[in-house]
């Protein structure tokens, strides 16, 4: 059995975390806008170039206008949970998160779906949405690092064997 360290997210870690995580579901979206305005301005030979423009900028525009709504909802008073100071204590068969206002949850490891990790954090999937984040940094030491990895990882399928 281990226990990390307590930790707290930071809205900045939290907004690398959640962009960095949607740019890797939907990064086809943004080269279909680019490819569709290079294919629009060619094929017109640069006469027509107003559906081209129309395309680009829709391309520059999407990336802002989710890293707004990513924003917003950091931002939002109703998420203040995320920001609580966190600690876990696993074992072979669970895996309990202790909140800093005495909430508590446990979970199988049987019951994750899936693991990534992104931004220095390890995202342990229960559902497609929801996940447990565990940093890197929050391990006590290498042999417990090493440990979660054989123990628990070991345990959960990897991306794309979904």
Known sequence: MITTLPFAPTKKELFKLLLIRYLKKRWWLYLVFIVLSGFYYTSYGGHDTSTALYFLIFAMV?????????WRYLSSKDNRVLYLTRHYKMDFDNIENFLQDGSTSSIKIGNFIKSELIAGYYLLYMTRAQYYMIPISTFKSPEDLKWFTVNILGKIKMPGFL
Request: glycine fraction near 0%; aromatic fraction near 12%.
């Open 62 to 70: 999407l990336p802002l206008s989710t890293s707004f709504s990513i």
